[in-house]
Each structure stands twice: as structure tokens, then as C-alpha cells.
């Protein structure tokens, strides 16, 4: 008999409206996030490693303009892309991350070689690019990453003089499109992924939680692997990923409790929105989100397809 493999993916956080969700977009996100978890699930149930699985998963949720990652990222104050993505995998917590690079196409396999091929866990900007270029990258013109949505989002955030998105134009506007994955392996190894375009109407080189290890990327053989998606500033002081392995590791709490008290305690608290994906070592998945609704599937360990958009499905 195979051992226990699971995977989880989420599509971002945040205010869905249903009310303006036309069954034309729900079908095609829905498509997209079955798409992305069964590429990674193909993965485990051939015997792959658990990083291979997530970063699959994640490379199509960045090819679709839908998610804030990748081809649909959303755009800076200064009308361009600039995306973070991180790696980490559970077995000798190996890890990688790349921050702030603006001719990458999938930004989540950039991260997955700092992590295999470089002597450092964390690239950024020109320097990552320069790396990327050397191993074989080719250069993405900003024009692959335009998409009208997303410069009318950053029209009305500009106007608004706002970061975060708050305009309700399109169901989600008031969502934070980062995607992630999130995987146990047959071979017992925890993997999880994470890449975003960050948040609309950013500046100065603003880099979120997706690119740091510990908060919004985390995986550890036996306890846990954790992606989250939200708004970085608070993600990161409550290093959300780093907390929930922690709680496991240390208090032995279950993952359901431990997911739930850091993104329903002191993250809520302080003003944080958004949630998170997790499995844990026997490939248990959960979903913990304080927003109302978070883009998400999964296919657990009896091979069990769910997609879900609403917190309250
Ligand atoms: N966490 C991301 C960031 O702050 C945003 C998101 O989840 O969409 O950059």
C-alpha cells in the first residue's frame, strides 16, 4: 500500500462579493484551481517529491491572469510588475525566495533554484534576475503581465491614494490574489510554495510575507507546511507560517487549533486579513481564513477533490 499523500492550493484571500461573481468567472476560476491541484497532485500519486508538486501547482495559478501571481499580478505605483515568490521544503528545511523581480515569468521556479542551485536562500531584484538569466531564464518583457483589470485597479487605487485593494469593480477587488500550495509526499516530506504580485499601488520596492521564509512560507517534516495570503505588513510581524509550526512543534497543539488560533488571535486582532492553507504530517489539510472567502482546493489522502471560493461553504 502507498503512503498517505495530500495536496492544498489557494488562489488568495479576501472580500469575494458574491453578489457580483458572474457564473462566466466562477467557472473559470474554479477551472483554474482544479487545474493547479490536480497538476500538483499527479505529481505525488507518480511518487514525486512534495516541492515538485507545489511548485506545479503554483506555476499554473501563475499563468492565469485571474491570480495575483505571475501573468496577473497586479502593478506598482510605478505601472509595472514586481513579484515575490518563496520555496520550502521539509525534510533539512531547505529554502529559497526571490523578491522584487520584474522579468520572470514563473517567479515560484526562480525560487524553487535559489533554493537547488544557489550557495543563499534569498534573491532580490536585479541580483535574483541576474542568477535567473545565468541558469537559463528567459527575459519576460513587462507587456506578458499586462491585463486590463489590473491597471484599472491601480487607476482607482491611485486616485484613492490607497494601497490595498478597496474598490469593489470586480467580485474580488477587495482580495489579496497571492497563490500557494501547500504538500505531503508519499515519501513523508512536507513541501510549500508561494508567489504574488504583492499589492496594488505599491512602492519603494515594498516586499510582502510571500517571499519570507516563516511568514508566509513554512514546511517541516512531521509537523507541518504552511502558504498564506493577505496583507504582508501583518503577516509578517506575527510570522504567521513560522507561528503555526511552532504552536505544533512546541504546545503539540493539532493543526486544525493551531491554524485557527493564529489567524482568528492576535493576526485578527492587530487588523490582519486574510488566511492560509496547511497540511500537516499525515496529510491532513486545512483551510483558516478571517476573510469571506479564499480561493481554494484540495485532493486529501482518499483522492477526494474539493473547491471551494466562500468562507462558509
Ligand atoms: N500576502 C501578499 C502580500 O502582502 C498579498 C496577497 O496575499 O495577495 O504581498
Same mark, same amino acid.
Given at each position: 500500500m502507498s503512503k498517505p499523500f495530500s495536496i492544498a492550493i489557494h488562489g488568495g484571500a479576501g472580500t469575494i462579493v458574491r453578489e457580483q461573481m458572474t457564473a462566466e468567472l466562477k467557472s473559470a476560476i474554479l477551472a483554474a484551481l482544479e487545474a493547479s491541484v490536480q497538476a500538483g497532485h499527479r505529481i505525488l500519486q507518480q511518487g514525486? +517529491?512534495?516541492?515538485?508538486? #507545489? &511548485?506545479? *501547482? %503554483?506555476?499554473?495559478?501563475?499563468?492565469?491572469? =485571474?491570480?495575483? !501571481?505571475?501573468?496577473?499580478?497586479?502593478?506598482?505605483?510605478?505601472?509595472?510588475?514586481e513579484m515575490d515568490?518563496?520555496?520550502?521544503?521539509?525534510k533539512e528545511?531547505?529554502?529559497?525566495?526571490?523578491?522584487?523581480?520584474?522579468?520572470?515569468?514563473?517567479p515560484v521556479c526562480?525560487?524553487?533554484?535559489?533554493?537547488?542551485?544557489s550557495d543563499h536562500v534569498f534573491l532580490i531584484g536585479e541580483g535574483a534576475e541576474e542568477f535567473a538569466f545565468e541558469n537559463g531564464y528567459d527575459y519576460t518583457e513587462q507587456d506578458y503581465f499586462y491585463t486590463d483589470r489590473r491597471y484599472e485597479q491601480l487607476q482607482t487605487m491611485k486616485e484613492k491614494g490607497a494601497f490595498a485593494?478597496?474598490?469593489?469593480?470586480?467580485?474580488? +477587488?477587495?482580495?489579496?490574489? #497571492? &497563490?500557494g *500550495? %501547500?504538500?505531503?509526499?508519499?515519501?513523508?516530506? =512536507?513541501?510549500? !510554495?508561494?508567489?504574488?504580485?504583492?499589492?496594488?499601488?505599491?512602492?519603494?520596492?515594498r516586499v510582502g510575507d510571500s517571499a519570507v521564509i516563516g511568514s508566509g512560507t513554512y514546511a517541516e517534516n512531521g509537523n507541518v507546511a504552511v502558504s498564506t495570503t493577505g496583507m504582508g505588513e501583518y503577516f509578517i510581524r506575527q510570522t504567521v507560517a513560522g507561528d503555526i509550526a511552532a504552536r505544533m512543534r512546541y504546545l503539540k497543539q493539532d493543526l486544525?487549533?493551531?491554524c485557527d488560533t493564529v489567524i482568528n488571535g492576535e493576526l485578527k486582532d492587530m487588523g490582519g486579513e486574510g488566511g492560509l492553507i496547511a497540511v500537516d504530517g499525515s496529510g491532513q489539510i486545512h483551510f483558516a481564513m478571517n476573510s469571506s472567502g479564499m480561493y481554494r482546493a484540495s485532493i486529501d489522502t482518499s483522492g477526494e477533490l474539493s473547491i471551494k471560493i466562500y468562507a462558509d461553504e
Amino acid at each position: 500500500m502507498s503512503k498517505p499523500f495530500s495536496i492544498a492550493i489557494h488562489g488568495g484571500a479576501g472580500t469575494i462579493v458574491r453578489e457580483q461573481m458572474t457564473a462566466e468567472l466562477k467557472s473559470a476560476i474554479l477551472a483554474a484551481l482544479e487545474a493547479s491541484v490536480q497538476a500538483g497532485h499527479r505529481i505525488l500519486q507518480q511518487g514525486g +517529491d512534495a516541492l515538485d508538486a #507545489t &511548485v506545479a *501547482a %503554483v506555476e499554473v495559478l501563475e499563468d492565469s491572469p =485571474l491570480f495575483n !501571481a505571475g501573468k496577473g499580478s497586479v502593478f506598482t505605483h510605478k505601472e509595472i510588475v514586481e513579484m515575490d515568490a518563496s520555496v520550502m521544503h521539509g525534510k533539512e528545511k531547505d529554502a529559497g525566495a526571490i523578491a522584487g523581480v520584474r522579468h520572470i515569468k514563473n517567479p515560484v521556479c526562480l525560487a524553487r533554484d535559489v533554493m537547488r542551485k544557489s550557495d543563499h536562500v534569498f534573491l532580490i531584484g536585479e541580483g535574483a534576475e541576474e542568477f535567473a538569466f545565468e541558469n537559463g531564464y528567459d527575459y519576460t518583457e513587462q507587456d506578458y503581465f499586462y491585463t486590463d483589470r489590473r491597471y484599472e485597479q491601480l487607476q482607482t487605487m491611485k486616485e484613492k491614494g490607497a494601497f490595498a485593494l478597496s474598490e469593489s469593480k470586480f467580485p474580488d +477587488d477587495r482580495k489579496f490574489g #497571492t &497563490v500557494g *500550495a %501547500v504538500a505531503l509526499d508519499q515519501h513523508g516530506n =512536507l513541501a510549500a !510554495a508561494t508567489s504574488t504580485g504583492g499589492i496594488t499601488n505599491k512602492k519603494y520596492g515594498r516586499v510582502g510575507d510571500s517571499a519570507v521564509i516563516g511568514s508566509g512560507t513554512y514546511a517541516e517534516n512531521g509537523n507541518v507546511a504552511v502558504s498564506t495570503t493577505g496583507m504582508g505588513e501583518y503577516f509578517i510581524r506575527q510570522t504567521v507560517a513560522g507561528d503555526i509550526a511552532a504552536r505544533m512543534r512546541y504546545l503539540k497543539q493539532d493543526l486544525v487549533t493551531a491554524c485557527d488560533t493564529v489567524i482568528n488571535g492576535e493576526l485578527k486582532d492587530m487588523g490582519g486579513e486574510g488566511g492560509l492553507i496547511a497540511v500537516d504530517g499525515s496529510g491532513q489539510i486545512h483551510f483558516a481564513m478571517n476573510s469571506s472567502g479564499m480561493y481554494r482546493a484540495s485532493i486529501d489522502t482518499s483522492g477526494e477533490l474539493s473547491i471551494k471560493i466562500y468562507a462558509d461553504e
